[in-house]
């Protein structure tokens, strides 16, 4: 039933938003300019009786005052604001109401838990649904509905619903620049009606959704949650990350979504033990959601590394290792290849591959990578872009050059063995040429890497900042497969 | 003796590069470009008898061939044309010779080892010192020595040994674009003459570096090592990355500087007991360096944190915990002062901060800080400008606008107060607009965080990427100084 709600209001024929604003520092402003801006197709009806039109639209002094029928409703009034709105709701047929307001039981005073639950006992008075309160509501760009500025305006594999509003909006627009695209995306606050459970049915019934993300910080009903997370788990990936777990987060939570948080251990054993993939910080979050986005399925923990010079090999097969990859030595046979083809030091090049070394013996470093990528003893490959060290140890133009090729060459690999390739390639920051002089030249560099970066994402290469990232991110995804075969 | 020879052959009158040639990808001509465009001001002599001039240096067919005195010697021939080349060093009274030629005991083949071996007997001879061999030599950017490109050509106070050339070159590089700047860093290589206790004993007493930091594979002597490192920390902060301590990385190290890796716990304890900062990776490494660097000393671990929306606070306080700082309550005399200020949810707002429920409240964020900043109790700030955030819940010109702001804030907070104060602001990678249009009008973000970015270095605050990042770097800080008194 949640479910057949939720999908007529994520697919609104009209919009109202209540406390619509001509102020564009005002959340009633923002919400109105996304529904044109991600090009919403249904009626658009502000509602504020200070304006005649807002942003071309012709605003309502009050929803009885719409002439149309209204599906779904965007509420950015004060709390106290609420019930009159819930009653207008009621009289007009609304089918959802997203509560963006809030103050209501996380502040944890008792007059404003009651107001909330005065909102919810409306609410199911007239058959409304409710997203929120205390929530950033819903981004679902296929039908042109956003909580955010600069998000993406395609769509994607990945649904997430979550407690916090901000870190799902941060979270959408970075992991957008990793490549990420969003089915439907549901800031859900402090779960007054729909809860955590009722988004996961959602996403598993939902073709479009072929990734799961939740951010929670406390579920209304544990045993609910965890066999509706074992299902999800069952159906696709599930990636939870969950705030409240210390004793800080926990007093947190409380403030932020009025939850009361379990234990770390506890949550993490039961979260891992219904199939699901714990993240701890929106870090290790986006790298996830990535690794799911682009990599096959990840059978075994045997990496080949590409691994830079020296120093960042040996780092690199350590990260890998602390990770729990097992970072093998080069098989027999492959040496034997190697050998065969004149290599003149087929006995010296290991596992990961130092590119350092490997000038004029007759290999490349993608030779190398051809090999380990056909040879059964590899169940996946990290491709080190080792730019920070390039960028030092080439002239400029030979690391123009290689920033061209080198993505070419990543991309045949992908493509020619279908083996899980993650590449590492830093998100590195670029001082502003008022701070330092001598790296005002910066900015092509930073250009080159970000054509590259672009090309590889393009092809479908998950990327990640370190080596360490992706290993652990690989030992994440290959557990997942593991768990569930 | 061996830092009374290190300090000439740090400051040489003149230099030969030996191999030195006109082909830009090669390590000849790299050599000789950065002795130009570092700006060095003794002689330079490229031998190489195939060309006339290099670089508009006249050219020498050997060094026999030379008329003046040569009191260092960058090598680029190979392995083989070596001990000639020593032999000639002896003649001409050379004081040092950089061998970045490699392939010596690193390739783990006797003939080589023995080539070392004859390498070093000739050294000793005549009285000349090495550095090397199989390594990248010395970056000295106040008197124009250099072994990469696009490296800072200003000084500052950290000095470093490294036996990885590639990773201390790009750890340079991507340290000076947090801000750092350098004495002294040599790479070492096989250390077959003077080794990580040389240099530890030249840092320990040179002026000019304040700050060491060491990247070692193994060392030739544990016990004098310890001894020294015991000495180096009682100075001044010793920031140590050991590669090799797991079972591939230690296969690696052999292959890379034919080192003999001891096992981790044993060094990780070893390091800490002597009272250096070990860093597990490069990434850390860089954090610790712009800790040390920035940070006043921090004497206690009960850290503030301005946070961001709920969500992300959360996870803050979560990541601070687990880096084993202590997000204390906001202090009882703290709130009465937010209460008496008529502040509207004194009994609301926490720490860490949540900015998402601040608005109208009568504070303002950077109210928040202050507080914290002036309050006894909170012994280090972090500061998280949540970027990644306000990109999508601000309009862009709200975003700008606290761009250029929220830095002058931060700088007051570190100028007025004096207390450790740790900034977060992403490096987030930033996609061409060929992979997604949606996202094309992203350069002025990104230039927009570079410019705040490069004017909180240019006051001194240190940046991180994470608050996971921070908040680790501020525990080690922490311990070293607690272990320090």
């Known amino acids: 039933m ?38 919403f197709k249904g009626q658009v009806y502000p509602v504020n009786p200070g304006y005649p039109e807002i942003l071309g639209f012709k605003c309502y002094p009050s929803l009885r005052a719409i002439p149309g029928t209204i599906d779904f409703v965007i509420s950015c009034v004060n709390a106290s604001q609420v019930p009159q709105m819930m009653v207008e709701c009621g009289e007009k047929g609304v089918k959802g109401v997203h509560l963006y307001t809030a103050r209501f039981s996380e502040t944890g005073r008792k007059d404003a838990a009651d107001l909330e639950q005065e909102v919810l006992r409306l609410a199911r008075n007239s058959g409304i649904r409710l997203i929120g309160p205390n929530c950033m509501g819903v981004y679902h760009p296929r039908v042109g509905l956003s909580f955010g500025y600069n998000l993406p305006k395609d769509s994607g594999k990945v649904g997430m619903a979550s407690q916090t509003g901000g870190g799902a909006s941060g979270f959408v627009h970075l ?37 799961i993300v939740l951010y929670v910080e406390g579920v209304k009903d544990g045993r609910r949650f965890l066999e509706t997370l074992k299902r999800a788990t069952a159906a696709k990936p599930v990636i939870v990350i969950k705030g409240g777990r210390g004793k800080s987060g926990a007093r947190m939570t409380t403030s932020h979504t009025a939850s009361i948080a379990g234990s770390f251990n506890a949550w993490d054993a039961a979260v891992k033990q219904a199939g699901a993939v714990p993240a701890k910080d929106f870090e290790e979050l986006i790298d996830l959601t990535v690794s799911f986005y682009f990599l096959p399925p990840v059978r075994g923990n045997r990496v080949g590394v590409l691994g830079g010079g020296g120093g960042p090999s040996v780092i690199a097969a350590e990260s890998c290792e ?21 290599v003149t030091i087929w006995d010296w090049i290991s596992n990961p591959v130092d590119v350092s070394i490997i000038g004029g013996s007759g290999m490349t470093d993608i030779d190398m990578l051809h090999l380990m990528a056909k040879h059964h003893d590899f169940d996946l490959l990290i491709g080190n872009f080792n730019e920070w060290v390039m960028i030092t140890l080439s002239t400029d133009d030979r690391f123009s050059t290689s920033m061209k ?26 001082v502003s040429s008022q701070f330092t002089s001598t790296l005002a030249a910066d900015d092509w560099h930073w250009k080159a890497m970000a054509e590259a970066r672009g090309e590889l994402m393009a092809a479908g290469l998950p990327l990640y900042p370190t080596v360490e990232r992706a290993a652990r991110s690989a030992r994440k995804v290959f557990e997942y497969y593991r768990n569930k075969t």
């Open 2 to 39: 949640s479910v057949q709600e939720l999908e007529a209001i994520l697919h609104p024929r009209s919009v109202a938003v209540v406390g619509a604003s001509a102020n564009t520092s005002s959340w009633g402003y923002s919400f109105t300019h996304h529904l044109v801006d991600y090009g």
């Open 175 to 211: 992991a957008s620049l990793r490549g990420v695209r969003f089915s439907k995306v549901i800031s859900y606050g402090n779960a007054l009606d729909f809860n955590e459970c009722d988004y996961l049915d959602y996403f598993i019934q939902d073709a479009e959704t072929q990734i």
């Open 322 to 342: 602390e990770a729990g990859l097992d970072v093998i030595p080069l098989p027999r046979d492959m040496r034997d290849e190697m050998k065969a083809r004149g």
């Open 405 to 430: 090729m080198q993505p070419k060459n990543y991309i045949t690999i992908k493509e020619r063995y279908g083996k899980p390739f993650l590449v590492v390639m830093g998100e590195r920051g670029v």
